[in-house]
């Protein structure tokens, strides 16, 4: 895992029910903090943003992540049409430039 990117899209895991799919995607990524193999970087665009922010229940999984080494990368375009440059809680801002160079270097990409 060691060269993966994981891509975070929305504000949850799947499509449906918006509910189930932040329950699913706080629990996945409980579960990949208390995991031996991290993934490199972790990459959040569009309602993804919406995770690592004030208020997010996914906050303190993607903090635990973040201590143990996995680069987490918000997209600033995001965060400002969302108005949440302000209220991230974890990571740092990129712009689509830097996520395309993750895209590129990466080996594998898993698309949540």
Not at 3 to 13: D, H, R
Request: hydrophobic content about 45%.
């Amino acid at each position: 895992m060691k060269q993966t990117l994981i891509q975070i899209t929305n504000n949850g895991m799947g499509a449906g029910d918006d509910e189930l799919g932040l329950l699913l995607i706080q629990n996945y990524l409980k579960l990949l903090s208390e995991d031996l193999e991290l993934p490199q970087v972790i990459a959040f665009y569009n309602g993804g943003v919406k995770l690592i922010c004030s208020g997010s229940p996914a906050v303190s999984a993607l903090q635990s992540l973040e201590q143990r080494g996995v680069k987490l990368m918000a997209c600033k375009t995001c965060l400002n049409h969302f108005g949440l440059i302000d209220q991230m809680e974890v990571g740092i801002v990129g712009t689509m430039m830097d996520i395309l160079l993750l895209q590129k270097a990466a080996e594998k990409v898993v698309n949540l």
